[in-house]
């Protein structure tokens, strides 16, 4: 077998030795190994983290100062802006200061709170020009401090100023309200003397002209419902009085009418217009309501005396009368009628006293809003009276009895909400729980009484 030849393996084993080279000094380069004069060394790693380490520190330290310096930038910022909204608030303060020397007027005040404005104003324009010169408070913590002191004083001032203005409009309102409450009880007096006058006139112009001949039924009718007029407004008095002095007006109107079911709460006044009705009706039928004692004291007058006394009366202002004729049998009526409408107990709960009466009984008459909307009630009274006795035959007076059915012919109703209520059933119908108004008969003609409707069982 031949010996190999060195000539033929040399070549290839230097390829090769070149190749792991090559390899080896990428390695090296790699792993941290730098050639140094053609001899390969190591450096060391602790070398590399101390000269890493000393590189952080010097950014950490210089971040720290760019991050101080941003905190006193800020700090210096917001003691700034403390100031501004104090001296903000210091303007608002003194400006309601100045609202509130104006009315009452303050020369004083006014002057003063003038001066501290403009002198805040010119404070904001300093701080305005510290912010553009980048001139900030060299202690912000204590600036701010004093700036929060500063808003809350004004503050507090704003506070006191807008208490005492409202203080002063407070007893601006209330003498207001003292001056409306004169003015209405001023309004109230001409407003009473306007209804009386015009109850006094009323519709009995249109009797001016009026003869015993031409006398009919109509005119009968236009003074009765000028009667009942007065009568509510009396009514409506004495419950007003009622609720002045703590009544209870249920038991009042049930104490009047009994057992009556009302339609509607207000419906408790026909109560107390039936009563006034009865006591100043009764003995209608009689000559003079037989206040002389007996029924026919001068016998029966002929119709046109009777007449005449309506034609005088209607005209004559009621209290001018009463002064001149105490003693006329017109002002014997009112006493009799007074005596009994206005109990005693009544009259000394609302006006704690019984002058009123005591004056009525000796025939002098009070000037007062009570007394004269009950005469102006008894003149309509009397008038109809009169008026009746001028018929020939005399109109008739007559009541409807509790419990009587619903008649169209006889009676109206005072309510409507009996015929509408859908509470009626077949076991019951709507009869008379009492008379408001009495009813007239003249002649064949009939005026229809006013009667309160209530449902009852009819089985």
Not at 20 to 39: E, F, M, Q, W, Y
Not at 67 to 81: G, I, K, V, Y
Not at 221 to 227: A, E, H, M, Y
Request: net charge positive; with cysteine; charged share 25%.
């Amino acid at each position: 077998m031949d010996a190999v030849k060195p000539s033929a393996v040399t070549p290839s084993k230097s390829k090769w030795v070149r190749t792991l080279s090559k390899v080896l000094h990428r390695h090296a380069a790699t792993a941290g190994i730098v050639p140094d004069d053609g001899v390969q060394k190591f450096k060391p790693k602790e070398t590399e983290d101390w000269n890493n380490s000393k590189t952080a520190k010097r950014l950490s330290q210089k971040f720290d100062s760019l991050h101080d310096e941003e905190l006193e930038r800020r700090d210096a910022l917001e003691a700034l802006t403390a100031k501004i909204f104090a001296t903000v608030s210091a303007i608002k303060a003194e400006y309601a200061h100045l609202q509130y020397a104006q009315s009452p007027y303050d020369a004083e005040g006014i002057q003063a709170a003038d001066r501290s404005i403009v002198s805040d104003l010119k404070k904001l324009s300093e701080l305005k020009q510290c912010f553009l010169k980048k001139q900030y408070d060299p202690s912000p913590e204590h600036a701010i401090f004093l700036a929060d002191l500063q808003e809350h004083k004004c503050l507090l001032k704003t506070f006191e100023i807008m208490g005492k203005k409202l203080e002063s409009q407070l007893k601006l309102k209330e003498s207001e309200i003292i001056f409306l409450r004169e003015k209405l009880d001023e309004s109230n007096k001409q407003n009473r003397l306007l209804e009386k006058r015009l109850n006094q006139i009323g519709q009995l112009f249109v009797l001016d002209n009026l003869n015993l001949s031409s006398l009919n039924p109509s005119h009968f009718i236009t003074i009765l419902g000028q009667t009942v007029k007065s009568v509510r407004n009396f009514v409506r008095l004495i419950i007003d009085e009622m609720k002045l002095a703590d009544w209870d007006i249920d038991a009042a109107a049930s104490s009047i009418q009994q057992g009556v079911a009302y339609w509607k709460a207000d419906d408790k006044c026909f109560a107390f217009e039936s009563f006034i009705c009865r006591e100043m009706f009764k003995a209608f039928h009689h000559p003079y309501f037989s206040i002389f004692g007996s029924s026919k004291p001068e016998g029966k007058k002929h119709p046109q005396v009777s007449f005449d006394r309506f034609m005088e009366l209607k005209s004559l202002r009621i209290k001018e009368y009463l002064a001149m004729k105490p003693k006329s049998t017109f002002a014997k009526f009112c006493r009799a009628k007074y005596l009994q409408v206005v109990h005693p107990k009544m009259e000394s709960s609302f006006f704690d006293n019984l002058s009123s009466r005591d004056m009525v009984s000796s025939y002098q008459f009070p000037d007062t809003t009570f007394f004269t909307l009950f005469v102006e009630m008894a003149k309509r009274v009397w008038l109809l009276h009169c008026l009746a006795f001028a018929f020939e035959p005399e109109a008739s007076i007559f009541q409807i009895s509790r419990g009587c059915r619903f008649s169209e012919v006889f009676m109206e109703s005072v309510t409507q909400e009996a015929f509408l209520s859908s509470d009626i059933t077949p076991e019951s119908e709507l009869r008379v729980a009492f008379t408001v108004v009495p009813g007239f008969m003249i002649g064949k003609t009939v005026i229809q009484a006013q009667v309160y409707l209530s449902q009852m069982k009819t089985r």
